[in-house]
């Protein structure tokens, strides 16, 4: 009991100046804040008043009253820097304030321990594949992004009832410093350069004069915590989705997932009818001639005959073995017959890698998942002989959180991208695709020089 | 010899019939299920069982269940498995208790009916019939270059290969163009490579096999 009390009060301690360092930090991000919200509305501003300016003489005085080398023609020259300016710092300065939000809202939830969901709309495609997106599309993606509207008034809510929030702790820490710590120990014969007037309470010994300073301090670092949950339930309020843009991005997702599924699933079909058509079938229809010629000359010739027989079995054999590279390409049978957990192992015995699989499943995963799952195995270990220049690699399964994780790991060389690179980026991102039907993502740990571990995360439900 | 068939698709069930009585066998049940098949065994142990991995009700792996329950009441109880397909995972839960006398071929296999036979006869006397898909499987996946079986020589490694295909000394000889005194040479060293004791040959082969398939 007295170690854990001992425990707490530590931790309370520690918390304090931790705490206040990050409310610095939250202050530091404030004031880039406060700066770009001059580079968004500061042109916007300067264009609407200059014109405005233009407009109103042209009111009073008509054209020819109207002077380019006075007052009108400064107000002209200001409003092209305006539009200028909204042309091009204000999608800029726009991508940074949504920045400030993200990183407001994940320290938020590291800091504080109030984690803010983000609902962003993705980067669209440009209209012209493979080039940059137009100032139109761009504008039409960040402002009719609802996010990017809660992180402008976040930034403005921030700059008034967030700068007091956390001024609360920085001022009484400064106070302490400035006005009482700093004189107490210059008069001691400390700190001579310092040209801080004397402490406000004259009479007063030097180390009474300290020690409020030091209650000063230790009262800005005491509320420093506190101020800090406040400050993120206020950014909660200000950052959180509206119920509505979370579902309209779900819905977003769902329909590209669906897009992207019906697409491989009509790729994957098209692929079984060609292998059919150029194998088995062929292979039947070979052996049916085959046959023929055999009937043809089993009276004149049995021995002939002998041969064509002996030859269309052979060729059936063969017609099988096609079959059974294609059955389990489209579903392995020992996924159909054991599950998961011992497909993984069976994948395991035939890879040319040395592959530990650890791990185990209390139950059975839906079959698409399943599916889904080993075939991005079995691809990750294939990237795992072509790539990684090891010959071992680790497979871990488990079921956590109501959700089914497999990780892939091998210590070679390294440098894999779900987004792309050398390493076969096309391959994860395929693979990270295929998972998204199943609202399963794909984490990828691949610094240069290894090791790489890629886990996927699929929920579903046992059986 | 007696043999029990499980097999579900009557005309392969009915096409085996034929074939092992054609080659002298007596087939002593023909069942389309796994518990009907542990019930034919139980009533009296066969010679040799041959079994179809995947079987009703569940169409899964019931087949190779049912044999695995079969030879842990019955150990050592022969039983060639058959299947669409092979899998170097049953392969091994076959040969886990390391009695031999066990079999695993792809159906095709079937199609020659004296070689069927001949698997058939090598599992009932205590032998190993793998398929060679199994091993081809195995070979793809290339050397990894550790353990002992890095000490044989590439000669030793055919020869063991096709000793797990259940292949006597005479047939291997036939099959690489030596005399069967060769083979009983490679095959004495193989047994000293893999650290297996003299005991009966049978048993050292069926241990040398697991020590390849195991690896």
Known sequence: ?463 | MRVVIAEDLFLLRDGLIRLLEAYGFEVAAAVDNGSDFLAAVRAQPPEVAVVDVRLPPTFTDEGLRAALTARTEFPGLPILVLSQYVEQLYARELLADGAGAVGYLLKDRVFDGAQFTDAVKRVADGGTAMDPEVIARLLARGDTGEGPLARLSPREREVLELMAEGRSNVAIAQRLYVTERAVAKHTAAIFTKLDLQPSDDDNRRVLAVLAYLGR
Not at chain 1, 58 to 84: E, K, N, P
Not at chain 1, 163 to 181: D, E, M, N
């Open chain 1, 1 to 463: 009991m007295a170690t854990s009390g001992t425990v707490g009060v530590l931790r309370t301690v520690r918390g304090g100046p931790v705490a206040f360092a990050r409310a610095v930090g939250f202050l530091g991000l404030l004031l880039a804040g406060v700066a770009l919200l001059v580079f968004v509305v500061g042109p916007v501003l300067l264009a609407a008043t200059a014109f405005g300016h233009i407009m109103q003489d042209f009111l009073r005085r008509g054209v020819d009253g109207m002077a380019l080398g006075g007052q009108t023609g400064r107000d002209l020259l200001l409003g092209i820097i305006g539009l200028f300016c909204c042309r091009f710092l204000v999608p800029s300065a726009l991508l940074g304030v949504r920045w400030l939000g993200m990183a407001t809202r994940t320290l938020s939830g590291q800091w504080c321990g109030v984690p803010i969901a983000s609902a962003y709309r993705p980067e669209p495609a440009s209209a012209v594949p493979g080039r940059r997106l137009t100032y139109k599309e761009r504008m039409n993606w960040l402002l009719n992004d609802a996010a990017t509207w809660h992180d402008l008034v976040w930034l403005a809510v921030n700059a008034v009832v967030g700068l007091a929030l956390l001024l609360v702790p920085l001022t009484l820490v400064g106070v302490g410093l400035v006005a009482f710590i700093i004189p107490a120990l210059r008069s001691v014969g400390l700190l001579h350069d310092l040209a801080v007037p004397p402490p406000a309470f004259p009479g007063n010994s030097q180390s009474v004069i300290f020690l409020i300073g030091l209650g000063f301090v230790a009262l800005g670092t005491w509320s420093a915590p506190w101020v800090l949950r406040g400050y993120a339930g206020l950014a909660r309020v200000v950052l959180a989705p509206s119920e509505q843009t979370a579902l309209e991005l779900r819905v977003m997702h769902l329909a590209q997932t669906r897009r992207e599924t019906l697409d491989t699933g009509a790729a994957e079909l098209r692929r079984i009818e060609r292998d059919l058509h150029d194998g088995a079938q062929a292979r039947l229809v070979a052996m049916g001639l085959t046959l023929d010629a055999a009937g043809r000359l089993i009276d004149t010739d049995p021995a002939a005959a002998r041969a064509l027989l002996i030859e269309a079995r052979d060729a059936s054999a063969r017609a099988l073995a096609e079959l059974r590279d294609l059955v389990r390409g489209i579903h392995p049978p020992v996924l159909a017959d054991r599950g998961i957990a011992d497909a993984v192992r069976a994948l395991a015995l035939d890879s040319p890698l040395r592959v530990t699989v650890t791990g185990s499943l209390p139950g059975r995963p839906p079959a698409p998942v399943e599916s889904a799952a080993y075939f991005a195995v079995s691809e990750l270990l294939a990237n795992v002989a072509k790539h990684s220049g090891v010959r071992a690699a680790e497979v871990d399964l488990r079921y956590s959180a109501g959700a089914l994780r497999i990780t892939v790991r091998d210590n070679g060389i390294g440098g894999a991208h779900a987004a792309g690179g050398a390493t076969g980026g096309t391959g994860l991102r395929g693979i990270e695709r295929r998972l998204a039907a199943f609202d399963g993502v794909l984490v990828v740990t691949s610094p240069a020089g290894g090791p790489t571990a890629v886990t996927m995360e699929l929920p579903c439900a046992l059986s």
